[in-house]
C-alpha cells in the first residue's frame, strides 16, 4: 500500500509538471486506484503459514501460492475486472464493448482467470469474445493483483533469499520482467511481473532458459550507466534492469517499469522479445 501510494503521488507530480500524463501512464494510474481502493477490504488469508512450512515448500522448488491456495472473493474479483475493462476499453483504441462482455460472465472469467495463473494461453476466451488477449490479461490481472498482495505481504518476510534463487517467484511462480541491482554489493534482484516479489538471482544466468554461458550473456548500458538492458543469445529474451548504486533518489521499482518503455523498444529493435 506504501509504495502503490507513492507510484500515484509521482504521477500526480508529473501531472502537474507536465500538464498531462501520456495515455499509457493514465490508464496505468487509473488501473493502480481500482487495486489500490480494493487492497483496503481484501482480508489477510487465515490460517498464517509458519517459516517452517515455507522453508520445506521452497526446498521443493514449488511457488507458495498455487492456485488452489490462492483465496478470491469472486463477486469483488468481477467487480474488479468490470472497472479495468472499463479503463483498458477507455484508454486503449484497439480494445471495446467484448472486453466488458466477458467480465459479465463468471464462469468464463473464472476459468480464464485461472489459466491466466497457470500460464496458459488465453486465447479460447479471446477468440470466444473476440478481444485481444494480452488486455484480457491486463483486466484479469488488475483484478486479481488486491488478493495476490494480501498474501504476498504475509509471505515475503518469511523467505530466505538464498534458499531460492530460482527463475519464477517463490511466491505465485510468475516471471520477472524487471531487476536491480542492490547497494550494498551490487547483487542482481529479479521482480515478479505479477505480484511484484522480489528475489535474489545470480547475475551470470538467464531468467528465462537458465543458460549459464557467458558467451551468450551480455548487457547494453545508457551513458549514466544507471540503467541495464540484459539479453540472451541463446532464447533471444531481454530484461530491463537498474543500478541502485547509481543513485541517490528513492526508486519505485514498479514504476519503473512502466516508466521505461523506451527500453521494451530498444530491446525490440534488437530482435530480442521480453521473457
Known amino acids: 500500500m506504501d509504495i502503490n501510494n507513492k507510484i500515484l503521488e509521482k504521477l500526480k507530480e508529473l501531472q502537474q509538471k507536465e500538464g498531462s500524463l501520456p495515455q499509457f501512464l493514465e490508464l496505468y494510474r487509473q488501473l493502480l486506484i481500482i487495486q489500490v481502493e480494493a487492497m483496503a477490504s481484501v482480508p489477510l488469508p487465515k490460517p498464517l503459514p509458519t517459516k517452517a512450512d515455507i522453508s520445506a515448500t521452497l526446498k521443493k522448488g514449488i511457488p507458495l501460492l498455487k492456485w ?6 469472486w463477486p469483488a474479483f468481477q467487480k ?7 479503463a483498458i476499453v477507455e484508454h486503449t483504441k484497439s480494445a471495446h464493448q467484448n472486453l466488458k462482455d466477458i467480465t459479465s460472465d463468471i464462469p ?4 480464464a482467470a485461472k489459466a491466466w495463473y497457470e500460464g496458459s494461453p488465453l486465447s479460447p476466451w479471446a477468440n470466444s469474445y473476440g478481444i485481444d488477449e494480452n488486455l484480457l490479461s491486463a483486466a484479469i490481472h488488475c483484478a486479481i493483483k488486491p488478493f495476490l498482495t494480501a498474501q504476498v505481504e504475509t509471505f515475503a518476510r518469511l523467505i530466505d533469499q538464498e534458499q531460492w534463487r530460482r527463475r519464477f517467484c517463490p511466491i505465485c511462480g510468475g516471471k520477472p520482467d524487471f531487476a536491480f541491482l542492490d547497494k550494498e554489493l551490487g547483487a542482481r534482484w529479479l521482480l515478479c511481473s505479477r505480484c511484484d516479489t522480489e528475489w535474489l538471482f545470480q547475475r551470470l544466468e538467464c531468467p528465462y532458459c537458465g543458460t549459464t554461458d557467458h558467451k ?4 547494453f548500458a545508457d551513458d549514466k550507466e544507471l540503467y541495464r538492458l540484459y539479453i540472451c543469445q541463446k532464447c ?3 530484461l530491463k534492469a537498474i543500478d541502485l548504486r547509481k543513485t541517490e533518489a528513492e526508486i519505485l521499482l514498479p514504476l519503473e517499469r512502466v516508466m521505461t518503455v523506451d527500453m521494451d523498444r530498444q530491446g525490440q529493435e534488437k530482435g530480442y522479445k521480453g521473457g
Open 108 to 111: 468464463s472469467l473464472q476459468k
Open 216 to 219: 551468450e550473456l551480455a548487457y
Open 236 to 238: 533471444h529474451t531481454y
Open 80 to 86: 474488479l475486472s468490470q472497472a479495468a475493462a472499463a
Open 68 to 73: 488452489d491456495a490462492l483465496s478470491i472473493d
